[in-house]
């Protein structure tokens, strides 16, 4: 029986398996004392350390706004809101070429916040985004004691930026929507610039002698209805190439998740270089019929997920077994699977029972699953 380390590098690299992976999203090693989101969450946190495949990240400080210029250029302030457990957080991007502002509403409680003002509204603030004067921060990570801590229970990926979803941030879907007609030129070169720092900072962690599965969100952000096919393989495909080419020339591996209807943009993800993608959701999110994406893609890239975090949360019991009875049964097939939901576990700060219950069925069911295909 092989190690989780040694099952999901394996996944990772192509190469044979003792069974598929399950992966709880949001778990890692938990030990009595440990941070939880709500008290309630700790058998699952429990349980997950126990008996899945884990999953952590390393941290190594970047901004591809400003780099170490962070704190002269970037000033937030905190306002009060009508609501107790809501605040404001106004910050302030001090650019040469004039100031840019926005507003995100941040719960005190951990529910999800949200952007209510973005900082790029028009062409003359992505001008000023542009002029913001960039120094990288000098490289320092946790990887090696992640790692150490992490031994044989999983794999520790190093988290990395999205040039792309960097400028999505500052300017939101429906500006950028827009400007993708209005200001294209001007959003290519940005969005080439974060690249350019990305990739140079990818660099530094290989040079620092660190191997690992590197890994990515955003580019969700570009696939229809929020963008076109043309979009995706004009911001990303083109300049998340590069950089998954420089991680495979130095031996490393690339994960990368990416929501909403993919069936489209699988072989475009195998021709980018990417190892593992996450979380291929089916219908209605997405568009992913495991059996037909392993009929038609088998083992040329890993394939995580599969079940939606909305049917932990709300289905029967008996229903949640036979999605993830199907899920294992067509995904095992292609022999690069990893059962997983569509979203983290510990997202919601007021779970009831029967998510609590549904996600202790889900590890327990989901466990004696992939080992019904143990080799």
């Not at 949200?114 to 960039?134: F, G, H, N, Q, R």
């Not at 827009?178 to 294209?184: L, P």
């Amino acid at each position: 029986m092989l190690t989780s380390n040694e099952r999901i590098m394996r996944l990772f690299m192509n190469k044979e398996v003792d069974r598929p992976a399950l992966k709880l999203w949001g778990a890692n090693k938990y030990n009595n004392g440990d941070w939880l989101l709500n008290p309630m969450y700790k058998p699952v946190a429990q349980q997950a350390s126990d008996i899945s495949d884990l999953f952590g990240n390393s941290y190594s400080p970047f901004d591809a706004y400003c780099g170490k210029n962070i704190g002269n250029i970037i000033e937030t302030v905190e306002k009060k809101t009508a609501e107790p457990t809501w605040v404001e957080h106004h910050t302030t991007y001090h650019t040469p070429l004039g100031d840019l502002h926005s507003v995100y509403r941040f719960s005190t409680v951990g529910e999800p916040g949200m952007t209510t003002e973005y900082a790029v509204k028009d062409e003359a603030d992505l001008k000023k985004l542009l002029s913001i004067p960039y120094e990288p921060i000098p490289f320092q990570s946790n990887h090696d004691e992640t790692v150490r801590v992490m031994g044989d229970r999983g794999v520790v990926m190093v988290g990395l930026e999205h040039p792309a979803y960097s400028l999505q941030r500052m300017t939101g879907s429906e500006t950028l929507a827009i400007m993708s007609f209005d200001s294209r030129e001007l959003i290519d070169e940005i969005i080439s610039v974060y690249a350019k720092r990305i990739y140079n900072h990818t660099k530094a962690v290989i040079d620092a002698g660190i191997k690992a599965p590197f890994s990515w969100v955003g580019p969700e952000l570009f696939i229809p209805p929020l963008m076109s096919p043309a979009d995706f393989d004009d911001f990303v495909l083109k300049y998340d190439k590069p950089l998954c080419d420089l991680i495979h020339n130095n031996g490393g591996y690339v994960w990368v998740h990416c929501h909403g209807k993919v069936g489209n943009f699988i072989e475009k993800y195998i021709d980018m270089g990417v190892d593992i993608l996450n979380p291929l959701e089916p219908a209605p999110n997405g568009d992913v019929v495991m059996d037909d994406i392993v009929n038609k893609f088998g083992s040329r890239i890993g394939l995580e997920g599969n079940i939606e975090i909305q049917e932990i949360l709300q289905a029967e019991p008996d229903h949640l077994k036979f999605l993830i009875d199907v899920c294992v049964e067509a995904g095992s097939k292609g022999g690069r699977f990893i059962l997983c939901p569509s979203a983290g576990f510990m997202e919601y700060p007021f779970p009831d029972q029967k998510y609590i219950d549904n996600l202790l069925l889900y590890l327990k069911y989901g466990y004696e699953c992939v080992n019904k295909y143990c080799k």
